[in-house]
């Protein structure tokens, strides 16, 4: 592989796992010295050694990103060994599904700390270290799920939302510094962040769309990097359907009904226990009859829950 980043100081914040490890050892086979961040140190070490056993250079510096402290410490440790940083990935995340009058709160804010106030914490704390930097690239790591966003996304994506809001006022803020900010929006990924949840009743897939390897993902960080474009979308040819979608948002209304049989009817089942719940804040019973598990949709036995909600939606 041609070492094009020689040198280059890469801070990859999600380094650990699926996209992030891949996209670390692709950085470090081009000449990168990869800084690998995430909560376990253990998953960060195994990606450091299999970076050095390829010739590689990283560094593991376990933080929490939801802790703006502990982003500041990190930072500072990274000023210390490196100096500057030429790149900045920011892929930490969690994921959650649930239907929305069901959403565990907690579980709701965690993913607004991880997938959006993180980025913003890593942003404040190594922007001076970037305008130091030789490339100054900052690049989020997104999702598809936001020019096209499913049924029961509604904590998983609004973060992403915002992280995309952020990034494009971000990219107009930085670009007289010469700092590039980019978007990587991959459709799905097979790692640990989905698994057991893809192809699901709260995770179906329309027609036609490809479930991606974590290395194919990480392909698209890399080149989101070299070209400094303002979104990279993954796979490519799904450029066209993020902008189709943003433009016409009711075509995937559409899409999801005329391309995943039976839909209309799942989405109804799937939040059919949680109707006419009482509203977060009154004491209402939610373990017992009528209460669906928030995080599976799974249905209460039979008999214990609200009567259901009458509806002439057509069938997906
Ligand atoms: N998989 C998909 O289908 C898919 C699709 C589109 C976009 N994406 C995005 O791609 C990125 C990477 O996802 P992935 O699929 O590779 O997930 P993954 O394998 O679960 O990796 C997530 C990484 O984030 C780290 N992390 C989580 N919480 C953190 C925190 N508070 N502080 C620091 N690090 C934290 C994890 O390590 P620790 O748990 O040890 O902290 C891990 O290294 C995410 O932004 C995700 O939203 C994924």
Redesign the pocket.
């Known amino acids: 592989m041609v070492k094009d980043m020689q040198g280059e100081v890469v801070v990859l ?8 490890r891949a996209s670390a050892i692709r950085f470090a086979a081009r000449g990168a010295h990869v800084v690998l ?4 140190r253990s ?1 960060l070490e195994a990606v450091a050694e299999e970076i050095a056993r390829q010739g590689g250079q990283a560094d593991v510096m376990p ?4 802790n703006p402290e502990a982003v500041r410490q990190l930072a500072a440790e990274v000023a210390n060994r490196h100096g500057r940083v030429d790149v900045l990935v920011y ?4 994921f959650y599904l649930a239907p929305a009058e069901g959403l565990q709160l907690d579980r709701t804010r965690q993913a607004m700390d ?2 959006y106030w ?1 980025a913003v914490h890593a942003v404040q704390a190594f922007l001076p270290l970037i305008r130091r930097g030789r490339r100054k690239s900052i690049t989020f ?4 799920s936001v020019p096209c966003t499913p049924a029961f996304f509604t904590a998983y994506a609004a973060p992403k939302h915002a992280l995309h809001g952020f990034a494009q006022s971000l990219r107009q803020e930085l670009r007289p510094e010469g700092i590039a900010v980019t978007l990587v929006t ?4 097979d ?4 698994e057991g949840h893809l192809h699901q009743d709260m995770y179906r897939l329309p027609l036609g769309v490809p479930v991606l390897t ?1 290395d194919q993902a990480a392909e698209g960080v890399i080149q989101a990097v070299l070209r400094r474009r303002a979104e990279w979308v993954v796979p490519r040819r799904f450029g066209l359907a993020a902008r189709l979608s943003r433009a016409f948002p009711t075509l995937l209304d559409a899409y999801y009904r005329w391309t995943i049989p039976g839909w209309t009817q799942t989405v109804l089942r799937v939040t059919e226990p949680h109707r006419g719940r009482a509203p977060v804040g009154q004491a209402e019973d939610q373990t017992g009859s009528g209460a669906a598990d928030p995080d599976t949709g799974a249905e209460p036995e039979p008999g214990a829950g609200p009567e259901p909600v009458r509806t002439s939606a057509p069938a997906g």
């Open positions: 914040i999600g380094g650990s796992g699926g996209i992030g961040v995430a909560r376990g998953g933080a929490d990103m939801s892929g930490a995340a969690v991880i997938n993180g790591i997104s999702s598809l991959p459709g799905p990924v790692t640990q962040l989905i974590a």
